[in-house]
């Protein structure tokens, strides 16, 4: 990680603070001051400011449910963020992992570990997401097909990821996905005829959604494992 993420992750200091100590030179790499605030640093480095070895914290990994009418972001928009939510320290060193559309509600991760959300986000990794789904009329039947083959979203060149579609009621349904491209499962029931009313993402790669919306929770170990493959 940067030199100044790293000054920020092991102490109470803003990244502009963190800057000017590391352009005044008080910050050491394995004993050699270092001003580049930019330098890629590891953990087993040897940090020091001001001669006092710096410990970074350790990476936090969240389970929040987000209700309906806030937004994936770090800072208010049109609607609040979500991290209003999140009553805890240093929240600002937190992002996103996967982010939901400001009417969607369900399950979001949360991390300050940037490595643990490129692996759930990247669609190679084929970390399953689950959506329940409702819709403006009742399901095709060869729309589960359809999805297992493939179908073309508007504006993109090639097909979907195969996907699963269970169908619960006519009009409400459990799609499973890999990808998450921009509007994906809004596009994807577009692309087969019908329309999204109601959307919320239930699990991640395995892990359910289990808190109450606006709670959450820090992960176990054994789910940030999970995640991880
Ligand atoms: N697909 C969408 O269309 N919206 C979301 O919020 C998530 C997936």
Known sequence: ??????????????????????????VSVN????????????????????????????????????PADTICSNIDEVYPSLFKYLDIDNSSELHIAGRLDADTTGMVLITDDGRWSYHITRPTTLCTKVYRVGLSRPINDNAAEQ?????????????THPAELVVLHPKEVLLTITQGKFHQVKRMFAAV???VVSLHREAIGGVCLDVEVKQWRYLSDAEILQLSY
């Open 193 to 195: 005829g019908n329309r």
């Open 31 to 66: 004993g050699t001051p270092i001003q580049d605030e930019a330098k890629q640093v590891h953990e087993n480095n040897c940090i020091t400011l001001n001669s006092s070895i710096l410990v970074a914290r350790p990476f936090r990994y969240i389970m929040l449910h987000k």
């Open 1 to 26: 990680m940067r030199l100044d993420k790293f000054v920020c992750k092991s102490t109470d200091l803003t990244r502009t603070e963190a800057v000017e100590k590391i352009q005044s030179g008080v």
């Open 147 to 159: 999805f297992k083959q493939g179908v073309q979203l508007q504006g993109e060149s090639q097909l």
